[in-house]
């Protein structure tokens, strides 16, 4: 019991202080706000969304996977971040965001860290090739599990350097096992504090369940959804330790005895295993290209060596740009991809909500016309004032909170023109009226254009859209695209009016 107690007390001392660390409350705060992003469907369709376009390499990261065999039946390529985010849904989108999160944090830190957040990688894409040769549903769950399983060494790694050499030395010179090592060092394992961590990022449970300690795996008899994730874990972490953490020599011989082990849940077969490992291996090479990181060879140094003696790393190469995914080069060619998208949907009638659609528009419009912010107004049923309804780019929600305007002259330049259902951009080619000054200064921007809705002659909503820090205006051909998103608005309304009455 006392010795129990030992163990309990310096977990706590280590994770207090993990938590004292000065950069762990920052990613500690994003990870805590992406696992609570599901407590309300539309607003986390609105957050992730928002969440992905502020982030380049995952913008790439999370297209790519929508425009994967497993998700884009259709064949039409899927450029929408808006429209993946629909598709992929938010639990996966939260499971793509948090893992490609972590990664790119800790591998910033340090060379050997870097080594080690790639081994953690290679066990998240295996975890993820094993659930879709298995047919899991749950595949980006297996991914999130399989990059935090390890979670645990990396946080010892990371922050406690010298105490990780020891631990590595003993693995090497006195042939311990890792887990032998830990307790002799730390006193506990490595994946108790993985738990612990887990635990205070609101990790879903199922994480928690999967950070266990490397010798061991989940009961046979669990074949239930926790405990087919658990065995696809432990099977893609044993998979990880047995081709990229031990010498080459034996290779075989130790997958083969690992497939054994897992044969009486998983049923994997050697060419089964074979196609997970080139699977995974391409996911992991595309992941690092996507954040500009070199890979050279499948020869990956053992983390001991890469720990104890860094070696330098070559110049990174070009990065992709999201264009690249469907072939397109230019902005003008991205906004109109991501209007036939729109458009494409629409005829096809496919299932998609109203709010999602107009966040479609919004997202075409932000990125196609590379706007600071852009917001849908929503008119109230009393038809006297329009109030922000849905925005994104940076400082959104505080834009939304504040466009709030009468619909009549007393509303302004935007509440006149609204009440008038007429475009208005600002400043004008004139420049701005004391009014119009005012008004842009509330807003925060430089300049803005707005385009009312109109469905059955009736004023339902505008779209906004602005630039902080410089005056625009609009050439003939943005004019006409954003004239034409604004049409799909009113068809997308009509439409979801039409489907309510029916």
């Known amino acids: 019991m006392e010795q129990e107690a030992t163990r309990q007390e310096r977990i706590e001392a280590c994770l207090t202080e993990v938590l004292r660390q000065p950069d762990f409350p920052a990613i500690s705060q994003h990870i805590q706000q992406l696992m609570q992003a599901l407590q309300d469907d539309e607003a986390s369709f609105r957050y992730l969304t928002s969440l992905v376009l502020r982030d380049y390499s995952l913008t790439l990261k999370v297209l790519r996977t929508a425009n994967s065999a497993q998700y884009n039946r259709s064949g039409r390529p899927i450029l929408s971040v808006s429209h993946a985010v629909v598709l ?44 879709i040769q298995l047919r899991f549903p749950h595949r980006e769950e297996a991914y999130l599990c399989g990059m935090l399983c390890n979670l645990g060494e990396v946080l010892i790694a990371c922050y406690f350097p010298q105490q990780y050499t020891a631990i590595l030395r003993l693995v090497k010179e006195e042939n311990r096992s890792a887990q032998e090592a830990c307790h002799e060092v730390l006193g506990f394992a490595y994946a108790e504090l993985g738990q612990a961590v887990a635990r205070h990022w609101k990790m879903p449970e199922s994480v928690e369940r999967c950070i266990r300690d490397p010798g061991t795996k989940p009961q046979a008899e ?107 080069s230019t902005s003008a060619d991205l906004w109109e991809q991501l209007t036939r998208e729109i458009e494409d949907l629409l005829h096809r009638g496919a299932e998609l909500q109203l709010s999602n659609v107009l966040l479609m528009i919004l997202e075409a419009i932000y990125r196609g016309g590379r706007f600071d912010r852009v917001l849908f107004g929503l008119v109230n049923p009393e038809h006297t004032h329009v109030h922000g309804r849905v925005a994104l780019g940076e400082g959104a929600e505080a834009l939304r909170e504040r466009f709030r305007f009468p619909l009549s002259p007393r509303g302004g330049p935007i509440g006149a023109a609204l009440h008038l259902a007429r475009e208005l951009f600002l400043p004008g080619y004139g420049g701005a009226t004391f009014a119009e000054a005012e008004t842009l200064k509330m807003l925060g921007a430089a300049g803005f254009g707005l385009l009312p809705i109109v469905v059955d002659r009736v004023l339902v909503g505008c779209l906004y859209f602005d630039r902080m820090n410089y005056v625009w205006r609009p050439d003939p051909q943005t004019a006409k695209l954003l004239e034409k998103l604004r049409d799909l608005a009113a068809v997308a309304i009509q439409k979801s009016r039409a489907a309510t009455r029916d």
């Open 88 to 131: 992929l849904g938010a639990e996966a989108i939260r499971c793509l965001a948090g893992s490609l999160t972590l990664f790119d944090h800790f591998r910033r830190l340090s060379p050997g860290l870097k080594e080690l957040m790639l081994l953690s990688l290679l066990t998240a894409n295996q975890a993820r090739a094993a659930a």
């Open 222 to 328: 669990g074949v239930d959804h926790a405990g087919l994730l658990g065995h696809l874990v432990a099977f893609s972490h044993g998979l990880t330790t047995a081709v990229y953490r031990r010498d080459q020599e034996g290779v075989r011989s130790r997958v083969n005895l690992l497939i054994q082990d897992h044969l009486p849940v998983l049923a994997l077969r050697k060419d089964d295993v074979d196609r997970i490992l080139d699977s995974a291996l391409l996911d992991t090479k595309s992941t690092f290209q996507l954040l500009n990181i070199p890979l050279d060879s499948l020869r990956l140094s053992r983390q001991t060596e890469a720990t104890i003696a860094a070696s330098p790393e070559p110049a990174p190469a070009a990065p992709e740009s999201p264009a690249d995914i469907a072939g397109l």
